[in-house]
T-cell receptor, first 112, second 110 residues
Framework: DTAVSQTPKYLVTQMGNDKSIKCEQN?????MYWYKQDSKKFLKIMFSYNNKELIINETVPNRFSPKSPDKAHLNLHINSLELGDSAVYFCAAQDRASYEQYFGPGTRLTVT | GEDVEQSLFLSVREGDSSVINCTYT??????LYWYKQEPGAGLQLLTYIFSNMDMKQDQRLTVLLNKKDKHLSLRIADTQTGDSAIYFC??????????FGKGTTLSVSS
């Protein structure tokens, strides 16, 4: 079983649309993250979230919002998509006790 | 500086050792990580080291940590073509997510 899964793997959409990327982890970890990897492969944290606290990277536009229906899921909603949002988005899960952070396979978002 | 620094490229021949270097930012970082990303794939956790350790070895991988210089290295012994990938160094400060370097692209030629 995949520890951290994301859907869809590829997402192509037009500017101005609203889209969601789903993330599920079966590790039972209490903290989840969203990262963005740009075309130069630079990885930046967007959000970290556990059932008590959401920490937002101040550089993330408020068009992006994480939503967690339960402990195993952290979905990423993006409103009014822009060309610059094109990137690979990675979800990750971490157990605070072990400090091991596991990543999903990524979702490649292309905005046209 | 505020960035985790890595050299961008490394090219080695099959069978040689590879050494990928990283300079991190915060002496209070608790854990330091090495991740591998193959083309079109996600990030695979290779190994990590706690900040009170100097060295960690795991099969072909050796991690060295110089806390005084905030320098981390990953040595891959007997490098294989399957080791070709991007290697990311990352640090974890208390209460934060991982801060990644820009990645080192390792190219292994036969």
């Amino acid at each position: 079983d995949t520890a951290v899964s994301q859907t869809p793997k590829y997402l192509v959409t037009q500017m101005g649309n609203d889209k969601s990327i789903k993330c599920e982890q079966n590790l039972g970890h209490d903290t989840m993250y969203w990262y963005k990897q740009d075309s130069k492969k630079f990885l930046k944290i967007m959000f970290s979230y556990n059932n008590k606290e959401l920490i937002i990277n101040e550089t993330v536009p408020n068009r992006f919002s994480p939503k967690s229906p339960d402990k195993a899921h952290l979905n990423l909603h993006i409103n009014s998509l822009e060309l610059g949002d094109s990137a690979v988005y990675f979800c990750a899960a971490q157990d605070r006790a072990s400090y091991e952070q596991y990543f999903g396979p990524g979702t490649r978002l292309t905005v046209t | 500086g505020e960035d985790v620094e890595q050299s961008l490229f490394l090219s080695v021949r099959e069978g040689d050792s590879s050494v990928i270097n990283c300079t991190y930012t915060d002496s209070s970082s608790t854990y330091l990580y090495w991740y591998k990303q193959e083309p079109g794939a996600g990030l695979q956790l290779l190994t990590y080291i706690f900040s009170n350790m100097d060295m960690k070895q795991d099969q072909r991988l050796t991690v060295l940590l110089n806390k005084k210089d905030k320098h981390l290295s990953l040595r891959i012994a007997d490098t294989q073509t399957g080791d070709s990938a991007i290697y990311f160094c990352a640090e974890k400060q208390a209460g934060t997510a991982l801060i990644f370097g820009k990645g080192t692209t390792l190219s292994v030629s036969s």
